[in-house]
């Protein structure tokens, strides 16, 4: 058992959770096309977070040419660069399942003003900015060694 938790650990994100349900968020996901890499933002409401440790999931949905579109997202997921906050959101509830029923301006969650609301959002922004430049420069160390080993094969079939 405790290899498991070790190894869980070890592929969980670092950083605390940055974003609330109800929160509109861009999610920074990367697609990978063969040999090519793109980055491609997803932005949406949060509609509900579930499950906790390494299967922790978040579901985003979006209105994409008058239809709802929704799509899952692992918390602990490599590909996710990383998760900016646009709006917080003013919701009672832990699941928002409720928006999918609703149409046009009613399918919208409220804002949440006063207090800190721009230094909290300022704060946790910062927070996926460095936790994306940390997963960036592990994603670039990982490619120059493949590049590397790769010259070292060309010029071992070479000799």
Known sequence: MDLIKTI??????????????????????????????RIQIYEGTVLCIKNSGIGQSFTVRKDSYGIGVERV????????????????????????????????KSS??????????????????????AAAAAVESEIKAEAKAENAAAA?????KKK
């Open 108 to 129: 919208k969650v409220k804002e949440r003003i006063g207090g800190n609301v721009a230094a909290e959002i300022a704060e946790r922004n910062a927070r996926a900015d």
């Open 152 to 156: 070292e094969n060309k010029d071992k």
């Open 8 to 37: 869980e650990e070890q592929q969980k994100r670092k950083g605390a959770q940055l974003f609330n349900v109800g929160d509109t968020v861009k999610v920074y996901f990367k697609i990978v096309e063969g040999n090519t890499e």
């Open 73 to 104: 997202f692992p918390f602990h997921s490599p590909h996710i660069v990383k998760v900016e906050v646009i709006h917080p959101g003013k919701v009672r509830r832990a699941k928002l399942y409720f928006l999918r029923d609703r149409i046009g």
